[in-house]
């Protein structure tokens, strides 16, 4: 199973950025996708998820300017999380994981930089 993120980069404060991640190489169904992230000397930290039916939820920290979505295919599992009104204290490396059987996996990390 292979996580591929991508969409990060530097932006304003008050920006938006849209992060993609794109789950493949595997034959059995996704069930909760989401993001993570993790800014410089801090813990990660969950950020939103999103269920398989498309329920999602958020962390405090970014209700009202993130959003999360995801297309489910036969051939494609992609989360997307739309950023609106970013924030320098947004300023982190954001993760991509999805629940495939009993196991979770993590993409590799796309880098936000929340910058004037």
């Known amino acids: 199973v292979q996580l591929q993120a991508s969409g990060g980069g530097l932006v304003q404060p008050g920006g938006s950025l849209r992060l993609s991640c794109n789950a493949s190489g595997t034959a059995y169904s996704v069930a909760n996708m989401g993001w993570h992230r993790q800014a410089p000397g801090k813990q990660r930290e969950p950020v939103a998820i999103?269920?398989?039916?498309?329920?999602?939820?958020?962390a405090d920290s970014v209700k009202g300017r993130f959003t999360i979505s995801r297309d489910n295919t036969k051939y494609t599992n992609t989360v997307y999380l739309q950023m609106n009104s970013l924030k320098p204290e947004d300023t982190a490396v954001y993760y991509c994981?999805?629940?495939?059987?009993?196991?979770?996996?993590w993409g590799q990390g796309t880098l936000v930089t929340v910058s004037s």
């Open positions: 994981n999805a629940d495939i059987g009993n196991l979770q996996y």
């Open positions: 999103v269920t398989s039916g498309g329920t999602p939820e958020y």
